[in-house]
């Protein structure tokens, strides 16, 4: 049961590993691109290439919808970013219940986005957890974690794929072992619990008078979505790439003519950048044909304008 890239890894290691793939739960097609066509999820693809059942209700909430998952008299339900809520019926239906692979190290970063929020708040390590789902949000049993340290140059995209290769690996002895009795479920700790709000479009602006590190984790975790941006006359440009810099000055003050941008407590040097409907550019080869010299000021958004703030905490 699953939806985006993410849980396609997963999906393919247990039919590598000789299970039975009885059916394949998915979000239902969604109209896409220019032309609004209905074009199926990543793991609905991947089922259909594979000649797996695809199923792809609205809800599992209706008697007729449980009634056809209880028939199929599964053993297990492996859960990846799937996106819908599973009742209670659900949930108890297969045999050794319902397993989700998760994207954070739980109890921290429960919720829609923990690996952008992970990044976000300068952890020093994400990982994968296996658990067993119950009707809270993220709050069953844990079977098993793989942590993955975080490095300076980790990116949205790069936890992503690491995270969701690293679950495909671990899911495999995970459920054998479940099956075999020979993993025994752990409850999550009290202490440690944080919440990964799903992402906002009004997040991604990059507000020049908060520190230039937590701009630049900012950049990091929402490469490639939302992208961070700042806007500057009509455009709402991109900024896909950045790095800390030494120098200071007034919140949104280019500082030269390198594209070093100020900020509440330090600069950040703008690296990679794209314009709308425009291919993505190195800062020299942009500033060539849309100059932003030093000196200009960069308008912060309409609330920092009012009253600037400082970041202090790191956010839960």
């Not at 890239?5 to 299970?19: K, M, N, R, Y």
């Not at 479940?178 to 999550?188: K, M, R």
């Not at 009004?202 to 961070?228: C, I, K």
């Amino acid at each position: 049961m699953g939806t985006p890239d993410f849980a396609v890894p997963s999906l393919l290691a247990l039919a590598d590993a000789g299970h039975e793939i009885v059916c394949v739960y998915s979000q239902p097609p969604r109209p896409a691109g220019r032309g609004q066509k209905q074009r199926l999820g990543p793991v609905h693809a991947a089922a259909a290439a594979r000649g797996w059942p695809v199923r792809t209700p609205e809800s599992l909430k209706t008697p007729q919808t449980q009634q056809a998952f209880a028939d199929l008299e599964l053993d297990a339900a492996v859960v990846v970013a799937y996106g819908l809520i599973l009742p209670p019926a659900i949930l108890a239906a297969p045999r050794l219940g319902c397993l989700n692979v998760h994207a954070s190290l739980l109890p921290r970063w429960r919720g829609a986005a923990p690996i952008q929020r992970a990044i976000l708040a300068g952890d020093a390590e994400s990982g994968v957890t296996i658990m067993q789902m119950d009707s809270g949000l993220d709050t069953g049993d844990m079977l098993a974690q793989l942590p993955l340290p975080l490095q300076a140059e980790t990116t949205g995209a790069s936890l992503h794929d690491a995270l969701a290769a690293g679950g495909a690996r671990l899911l495999v002895p995970t459920l054998a072992g479940l099956n075999a009795g020979a993993i025994e479920p752990v409850p999550q700790p009290q202490q440690g619990v944080t919440y990964a709000a799903k992402l906002d479009r009004a997040e991604a602006r990059l507000d020049w008078s908060r520190p230039a590190d937590a701009l630049e984790r900012q950049v990091r975790a929402f490469t490639p979505w939302p992208g961070s941006y700042f806007v500057l006359g009509e455009e709402r440009i991109k900024v896909l790439e950045a790095e800390l810099h030494g120098d200071s000055g007034p919140p949104g003050l280019v500082l030269d003519d390198h594209l070093t941008v100020a900020c509440g407590a330090g600069a950040l040097r703008l690296i990679t950048l794209q314009r709308p409907g425009k291919s993505a550019l190195r800062s020299d080869a942009l500033l060539r044909g849309f100059p932003i010299p030093g000196g200009r000021r960069l308008p912060l958004p309409a609330a920092a304008e009012t009253e600037t703030e400082t970041e202090t905490e790191k956010p839960t």
